[in-house]
């Protein structure tokens, strides 16, 4: 009797207790030991959804191949079982090789090994000049965001939205971005159709347009790798919001921005965090400002509680405390 196939499937879809094949990125490799002194090596594999950090022991036959041949941000096709003990998750790796170019035939594909938006990134950019098109005018708002969108076009489809927080993805920026976009032109129209008054006080193409931009900053603050977002040196010493308010002037002057609009938009773009120990170097002042401000932090809060959730390996349906939060939330399906 032939013995049965071993299953091939997505990390983040592993059962505990079930052998099988699954396709994954190195993205931690750590020598540490024990306070006895034993050495081991922490790992962490991940896909797209999941990541399982655990140790591999010196007096396991793989620790040797591990410390000599397992490298950073490469992609690997291991044969394991998915267990979870009291320590949290664990791979028990019964095989392991470097992935190679027939396993696409099993359906190896890097975008299911790290983590991708949802969206197609050329989508979510047409997506927001389409916005852009429909409610900044026909201006030079409009011609704003288009330049700076044109000339900055593969950084922006690339780029996360933060390191750790929230939208920590390829395609991130611009899901989070479309986002707050969306949620500013409801809120926008929201308080002009009930308080037409506001007509002459709040403007929606400076909302929108200030949407748009209010983290563009970050396409110089921020690279994303193969295996994670980090800080550019600019990124560390500058931050996002001013970094941000550098591309709204000076693409504010090629477009030859009126010096008032200029101002309020950048205005948005440094105030968009709130508060000074957020990287704020000024509160909203406007009402534009305010609008783009709780946008952001409504996409952002409900990014970063989506990421808990999604990353936590806990029975039932409460999370663990040890989280970004530091506090649990309610997961409703108990998955």
Request: aromatic content about 8%; some cysteine; charged content about 25%.
């Amino acid at each position: 009797m032939s013995k049965p196939s071993i299953p091939v499937v997505q990390l983040s879809k592993m059962e505990a207790g079930r052998e099988c094949d699954v396709f994954a990125l190195l993205s931690e490799k750590e020598m540490l030991a024990t306070k006895d002194g034993k050495p081991y090596i922490r790992v962490n594999f991940r896909d797209a959804i999941r990541e399982i950090r655990f140790p591999i022991w010196s007096d396991t036959q793989i620790y040797e191949d591990c410390k000599l041949s397992w490298e950073v941000g490469e992609f690997y096709k291991l044969r394991a079982i998915y267990r979870v003990t009291k320590y949290g998750p664990h791979l028990d790796i019964h095989k392991l090789r470097p992935v190679v170019d027939a396993d696409k035939l099993e359906g190896f594909d890097p975008a299911q090994c790290r983590p991708s938006s949802r969206f197609a990134p050329e989508s979510m950019y047409d997506e927001i000049l389409a916005l852009a098109k429909t409610h900044c005018g026909k201006g030079k708002l409009y011609q704003l965001v288009v330049q700076v969108f044109k000339k900055n076009r593969e950084a922006i489809l690339d780029t996360a939205a933060a390191r750790n927080h929230h939208h920590v993805f390829f395609g991130g920026l611009l899901e989070h971005t479309l986002m707050v976009t969306k949620t500013a032109v409801f809120l926008a129209d929201m308080y002009l159709t009930n308080y037409p008054e506001l007509r002459t006080r709040l403007s929606k193409p400076l909302v929108v347009t200030g949407a748009i931009l209010h983290d563009i900053g970050k396409i110089r603050e921020l690279r994303y790798d193969v295996v994670t977002a980090h800080h550019t040196t600019e990124g560390d010493m500058i931050g996002h919001a001013v970094l941000g308010r550098d591309f709204v002037r000076d693409f504010g002057h090629e477009v030859e921005l009126e010096p008032e609009i200029q101002m309020q938009l950048e205005h948005i773009v440094i105030s968009h965090q709130r508060f000074a120990d957020w990287g704020a170097p000024k509160p909203p002042m406007s009402l534009e400002a305010l609008l783009v401000a709780h946008a952001d932090s409504c996409d952002a809060m409900f990014g970063t509680y989506c990421r808990v959730i999604e990353k936590d390996d806990m029975s039932g349906k409460i999370t663990s405390r040890k989280n970004i939060l530091g506090y649990a939330l309610f997961k409703k399906d108990g998955k």
